[in-house]
């Protein structure tokens, strides 16, 4: 069989760093190919190729056995190739239709054609089972949802190869497996599916054959049954990689962090936090499940004094003495021993434009070990940035570099590396591997399971249900600004916590009030 899609010696350089190197790569007519790698391993850069939006340096991309000329988004979307991005290229305040079709509208002489968009539109959504309403405004749709428009739009402008970037990175179970089903349909209408995604489970349950890059080149091409995790894993990354987090049982030790009864406003009428309530303890591990948007980031931001509540209280432990930090500024809230790691890096966790070794700092300068007299020790932090670089095994040209120019998963060691390093108490840490490559998320989950054989007090907050049934010991589901639900670790599924995440009890408890009445 002759490929639908053939890459040629593809190469791509910026400033001297090779992101893609020689790549040859066929992807056939209706399978579903997974393109993995680590972070800066050049998925996201080829793909960039294919799409029109970079032009490489060397090589050929050739369509049915002809040559593409690949130079915008548009000559690619002619060509029959479309591309959903890990962020939606969505306008909120427009209906799906508008969505859907803006930029190419159907006219009635200068008008648009609203009925005959409409039409069009429910037309290709119905045939690809893709039922959704389409007059809905986009700001009122979940993700999954959200998802299913970015996909119509590629089928409207007639894509026949499709490529998602990590599709599944703000999904719940079972939203993913409304996704796969999705795919699984469009290849069985003929479609092209090549997927970009770190998940190797999710690569072994959706793909047809899968291309693994390393460090810009083809380290391997395999059909899915001649294959499994490890061998994956261990291509990927060039070593064996432990993929399931051994933790041994632990007493919990004190209190070390009490959470009473905290309330945020999302609105007039809504409560983004509605009267949360934990606790942290020492050598204890409790994370928080839940689909984006039902208040963790709120509860988060203000656990960490980036936002101010209405009302609670947030008690921590110090040296025998209780201390309320609620409402504190984070400013205040870094002078306790208390770790944390931002689930938005870029946002939160970086200066962008700072270098490794001042971005390791940030925080704690004002410390006599790197600063006196309001003068910068330069040589203490260059010490120290090369210490924390050699310890976090942070990938760097120096410790000059700047933050931006990194990986995903090494921008994550460096805030890792500057939270963890002081030996703090309390960690509060969300979404610690995403966007971030195996070999990172090996070497982050190992220094969250060392920090609590270290007894220090962790809460974890992930959308990665794997994740968070490996590391945490209890596990709370947030819906609806509330936790719901407190479940030990052990006798949590995902299909129960997914479920739970999207209101399953919520529907449950309604139905039998009803039945009651």
């Known amino acids: 069989m002759k490929p639908l899609l053939k890459f040629e010696g593809i190469t791509k350089s910026f400033s001297g760093n090779i992101a893609n190197n020689n790549i040859d790569l066929e992807i056939y007519k209706g399978e579903i190919h997974a393109l993995i790698g680590e972070n800066g391993a050049g998925k996201s850069t080829l793909m960039n190729i294919l799409y029109g939006l970079i032009q490489p340096d060397a090589g050929r991309i050739y369509l049915n056995g002809k040559v593409l000329r690949l130079n915008s988004p548009n000559v690619a979307i002619r060509n029959g190739i479309g591309m959903v991005f890990q962020h939606f290229m969505l306008i909120p305040s427009l209906t799906v239709c508008e969505n859907i079709v803006l930029g190419m509208e159907p006219k009635k002489g200068i008008f648009i054609d609203q009925k005959k968009a409409i039409k069009d539109v429910k037309k290709i959504s119905q045939q690809f ?5 389409v007059t809905e405004k986009v700001e009122n749709l979940n993700v999954g949802i959200q998802q299913k428009v970015e996909i119509i739009k590629t089928l409207y402008r007639g894509a026949e190869i499709i490529v998602l970037d990590e599709p599944t990175a703000i999904l719940t179970l079972q939203e993913t497996e409304e996704l796969f089903k999705t795919l699984k349909s469009l290849t069985a209408e003929g479609k092209t599916i090549i997927l970009i995604t770190h998940k190797l489970r999710e690569v072994m ?12 080149k ?4 395999v ?13 990927m990354v060039g070593r064996e990689v432990i993929l399931k987090v051994d933790k041994d049982p632990l007493t919990p030790g004190c209190e070390k962090c009490k959470v009473e009864n905290i309330v945020c406003k999302k609105n007039a009428e809504v409560n983004a936090i509605d009267d949360i309530c934990l606790t942290l303890k020492e050598g204890h591990i409790l994370g928080l499940a839940g689909v984006e948007g039902n208040g963790q980031t709120e509860l988060f931001e203000v656990l960490s004094g980036l936002e101010k509540a209405d009302k609670g209280k947030v008690l921590i432990n110090e040296q025998e003495n209780q201390i309320d930090i609620f ?5 205040k809230i870094r002078k306790y021993p ?7 890096r870029h946002k939160r966790g970086l ?29 203490n932090i260059e010490k120290y940035a090369d210490e924390m670089i050699k310890k976090y095994d942070i990938r760097v040209s120096s410790r000059e570099q700047k933050a931006r120019n990194l990986s995903g998963g090494n921008q994550q060691k460096v805030i890792i590396a500057r939270e963890l390093d002081f030996n703090p108490e309390i960690l509060l840490i969300s979404q610690p591997t995403r966007g971030v490559d195996i070999g990172s998320i090996e070497f982050i989950h190992k220094k969250i399971i060392e920090n609590r054989e270290q007894m220090k007090a962790i809460l974890l907050i992930s959308a990665e249900l794997s ?6 010991d209890t596990i709370g589901v947030l819906y609806g600004g509330k936790i719901i639900e407190y479940i030990p670790s052990v006798e949590a599924t995902e299909e129960k916590l997914g479920l739970l995440m999207t209101g399953a009890h919520h529907v449950k408890a309604v139905k039998e009030e009803f039945n009651h009445e």
Do not use: C
């Open 467 to 472: 994740e968070i049934m490996s590391l945490s």
């Open 338 to 344: 208390i770790a944390i790691v931002h689930e938005d």
């Open 129 to 133: 089972g893709l039922n959704i309403d």
């Open 223 to 235: 059909l899915v049954g001649d294959t499994n995790e490890a061998a994956l894993a261990k291509m």
């Open 218 to 221: 083809v380290k391997g091409n």
């Open 327 to 331: 409402n504190l500024p984070a400013h």
């Open 351 to 379: 200066i962008l434009d700072y270098s490794v070794a001042e971005n390791l700092i940030l925080g704690r300068h004002r410390n006599k070990q790197f600063s006196k007299w309001g003068f910068i020790r330069k040589k």
């Open 205 to 216: 349950a959706i793909s047809d054959r899968i291309t693994v890059l390393q460090q810009g």
